[in-house]
């Protein structure tokens, strides 16, 4: 399969903390790019990183791209409450017409 | 500036109705697609389509299902005689000419009775 695989499939914390949640996957890609979607809601993108980089910040966002191992990895820094949502990953495999091929995702908790 | 826009929200249908799922994407965008979610998966790619083509069908059900993005207007997603396991949250995206980055519309859910 294609699919990323999200690890955890949920994770629990207290705010403040940092949360740090994980994707493989089996393919050579183009890119990889990480969604948040909050309950009943639509998808919104986050970042984007591609095969060619290692490592992209947008604000309180880390991720990190391991082509070798075929991994990434999400950091959130200073969880808030309201950073409580699913977290998916998504890729374009090399090739592909692009599409994107999504994990079943990580269900992040952050507690006030 | 409106984002993707999907209609409608939520829909009801019985078994052996048809379902029309319209989306209109990001003014300027010229690539659509569409994708459904299942109760706690992620989100399956079914369709890609561009102005008056689709490019790209090979996540869509051989039978009853169907999608468009004609030249003036949304896209719409048909479905066809509509089964029990068809009820989803079908999620519509759009991107620029260039940009791999695909932008979500807020979701249509389905729900077949």
């Known amino acids: 399969s294609q699919q990323g695989e999200e690890d955890p499939q949920a994770l629990s914390i207290q705010e403040g903390e940092n949360a740090t949640m994980n994707c493989s996957y089996k393919?050579?890609?183009?890119?990889l790019q990480w969604y948040r979607q909050n309950s009943g809601r639509g998808l919104v993108h986050l970042i984007l990183i591609r095969s060619n980089e290692r490592e992209k910040h947008s604000g309180r966002l880390r991720v990190t791209l391991d082509t070798s191992k075929k991994s990434s990895s999400l950091l959130i820094t200073a969880s808030r409450a309201a950073d409580t949502a699913s977290y998916f990953c998504a890729l374009i495999s090399s090739g592909s017409a692009r599409q994107l091929t999504f994990g079943s995702g990580t269900q992040l908790t952050v507690l006030p | 500036n409106a984002g993707v826009m999907q209609n409608p929200r939520h829909l009801v249908r019985r078994r052996g109705q048809e379902a029309r799922l319209r989306c209109s994407p990001v003014?300027?965008?010229?690539?659509v697609y569409w994708y459904r979610q299942l109760p706690e998966e992620g989100l399956k790619f079914m369709v890609y389509l561009q102005k008056e083509n689709i490019i790209d069908e090979s996540g869509m059900p051989k039978e009853r299902f169907s999608a468009e993005f004609p030249k003036e207007g949304p896209s719409i997603l048909r479905i066809q005689q509509v089964v029990r396991g068809d009820s989803a949250a079908y999620f519509c995206?759009?991107?620029?000419?260039?940009?791999?980055?695909?932008?979500f519309g807020p979701g249509t859910r389905l729900l077949v009775l």
């Open positions: 995206a759009s991107s620029p000419i260039g940009e791999e980055t695909q932008y």
């Open positions: 003014k300027g965008h010229s690539h």
């Open positions: 393919t050579s890609i183009n890119n």
